[in-house]
C-alpha cells in the first residue's frame, strides 16, 4: 500500500529553521512528482513546493528564498528545508504525490501555469505541524 509519512515538525521562534521529511512506501518513488502543501484551519489547503523527477521545481512565491524542496531518490524520501521561518508559515504541512503526470503538476513546473491544487495531487501524507511564534 502506498504510504507517505512526514515527520521533522514543531514549534520554532521567527527567523528559525525547520526541516520536514517525508518518508513514501511508493514502487518506482523517482517517476513520481512530489510536493509539500500547507493548511491552516478555515482555508484552502495551498501548494507550497514542488519537484519533479528530474529536480525541476517550483514555489509559492511567499517562500521563494527561504524554503527548498529536495529529494532522495535513494532513501524514497522528500524534505522541505523551511529558512528565517515567519508566523504566518504556521500551518499543518503534508506531503503529497502525482504520479499520473496530472496537467496541473506539469503545467506548474513548466512554468505556464501556477501552483497545482490539491485535487491534483492523489496521494497524501497525515501531515506535521509547524508553528511558528513571534
Known amino acids: 500500500q502506498e504510504q507517505l509519512t512526514e515527520s521533522g515538525g514543531g514549534s520554532v521562534q521567527a527567523g528559525g529553521s525547520l526541516r520536514l521529511s517525508c518518508s513514501a512506501s511508493?514502487?518506482?518513488?523517482?517517476?513520481?512528482?512530489m510536493a509539500w502543501f500547507r493548511q491552516v484551519p478555515g482555508k484552502e489547503r495551498e501548494g507550497v513546493a514542488v519537484?519533479?523527477?528530474?529536480?525541476?521545481?517550483i514555489y509559492k512565491d511567499s517562500v521563494k528564498g527561504r524554503f527548498t524542496i529536495s529529494q532522495d531518490n535513494a532513501k524514497n524520501t522528500l524534505y522541505l528545508q523551511m529558512n528565517s521561518l515567519k508566523p504566518e508559515d504556521t500551518a499543518m504541512y503534508y506531503c503529497?504525490?502525482?504520479?499520473?503526470?496530472?496537467?496541473?503538476?506539469?503545467?506548474?513546473?513548466?512554468?505556464?501555469?501556477?501552483?497545482?491544487?490539491?485535487?491534483?495531487?492523489?496521494?497524501w501524507g497525515q501531515g506535521t505541524l509547524v508553528t511558528v511564534s513571534s
Open positions: 503529497a504525490a502525482d504520479h499520473r503526470g496530472n496537467p496541473q503538476v506539469c503545467n506548474a513546473l513548466g512554468g505556464v501555469a501556477t501552483m497545482p491544487s490539491g485535487n491534483a495531487l492523489d496521494a
Open positions: 519537484i519533479d523527477s528530474d529536480g525541476n521545481t
Open positions: 511508493f514502487h518506482a518513488y523517482s517517476t513520481y512528482q
